[in-house]
């Protein structure tokens, strides 16, 4: 996909580096706690990401009492604002795309409401107790008041996305929702199965987190204008981007810093739900430890320390990490058909989702 301008150049004609706007949140603030690789990433559209998060932070204070409050909390804790920065990169690659700013800060906002939603809900289900170093909503407000939250937050966003003109749009976030929710079930129906396989693991993550990645570089590639060749290719990116990005958090869950990673870890083998670091370990061990593995995770009581031993002796971390490799592979090869100044920018963000410690 050619255009007269490379995708750097029309950026920063746009908007020079030192325009933020006025007033505009200092969206660099999650990446001061963290690092600056993500900073840099998005640098070129912080013009626009200071416009979602001032969106967000007005979609809070629409609400009144102890929505409000719990809106806010959530909306105004940050993140690393993936999904958003998607949805801008991918829209903004064409000059179609510069012409439907509002468009493109409503959709970004959306799949934002839609990722914030998914979070709260999960904290719900996992229990957890932690989320960007501060207690989660289920802890500080109460599970009911977090619960009618996510509710609140969908509803917002499909409102949002309704809004902005584009049927199939609308009807592709409602279709990939639907599949998070799916995928999410499914996951919980197959709780406490140490005999899960890859191909059942690799189904739960693709519909639960891999299907909003996917449709936020497609939602993208409309708002661009591109062909239909050209959406399916970003789609197909944000597929597989989004698979390997959830194979790197489980790893986290498994060998991350809860300080680094801002949230409580070890949650998901805690509430019996096996992920790839597991699988792998399972079929590398001798029976014996096998079956000890299978007894402790059928009663939630998990040895930390020898599983942590058994992931370096059998080399897991480094499997996981190849698993994740393929996965980042085939999402570069769904962007060979575009002109470099884009593709450089969607490979510089798969590269710091997948090299991520937090």
């Known amino acids: 996909m050619k255009s007269p301008l490379s995708f750097s150049s029309r950026v920063s004609q746009t908007y020079p580096e030192q325009n933020q706007g006025a ?67 991918c829209a903004l690659s064409t000059s179609q795309g510069f012409k439907r700013k509002k468009a493109i800060i409503d959709t970004a906002v959306s799949v934002e409401l839609i990722h914030a939603a998914t979070l709260v809900h999960d904290d719900i289900i996992d229990h957890s107790v932690l989320r960007r170093l501060k207690p989660t909503p289920n802890i500080q407000f109460g599970e009911e008041v977090a619960l009618l939250l996510g509710d609140y937050l969908y509803s917002k966003a499909f409102h949002l996305v309704s809004t902005i003109g584009d049927n199939q749009l609308t009807l592709e976030v409602a279709r990939t929702t639907q599949s998070m929710c799916e995928g999410e079930l499914d996951q919980l129906k197959h709780r406490y199965r140490s005999d899960l396989s890859l191909k059942e693991y690799l189904s739960f993550i693709e ?142 963000l798969s590269h710091f989702i997948i090299h991520r410690d937090y």
């Open 207 to 348: 519909r639960k987190t891999a299907s909003l990645i996917s449709v936020c570089a497609r939602a993208g590639a409309r708002l661009a204008g591109m062909p239909i060749e050209c959406e399916e290719s970003l789609a197909h990116f944000g597929l597989n981007i989004g698979i390997s990005y959830q194979i790197v958090d489980d790893l986290l869950d498994v060998i991350g810093s809860e300080k680094k990673c801002g949230k409580s870890l070890k949650n998901d083998t805690g509430n019996g739900k096996m992920t790839l670091p597991l699988i792998l370990l399972l079929a590398a061990v001798n029976e014996n430890e096998k079956k000890k593995l299978r007894s402790d995770f059928q009663a939630t009581k998990i040895d930390w320390e020898m599983i942590e031993s058994l992931l370096k002796e059998k080399k897991i971390i480094e499997q996981t990490k190849n698993f994740a490799d393929e996965f980042f592979a085939k999402a570069m090869n769904s962007l060979e058909i575009f002109e470099p100044s884009f593709k450089k920018s969607l490979q510089d």
């Open 23 to 89: 007033g505009s949140k200092d969206f660099s603030q999650p990446t001061k706690l963290f690092g600056l690789p993500l900073q840099k990433l998005i640098r070129p559209i912080l013009p626009f990401l200071n416009q979602v998060e001032d969106r967000l932070k007005a979609i809070a204070d629409e609400s009144n009492g102890i929505l409000k409050e719990s809106s806010s909390y959530v909306l105004s804790a940050g993140g690393k604002r993936l999904r958003a920065s998607l949805v801008i990169l």
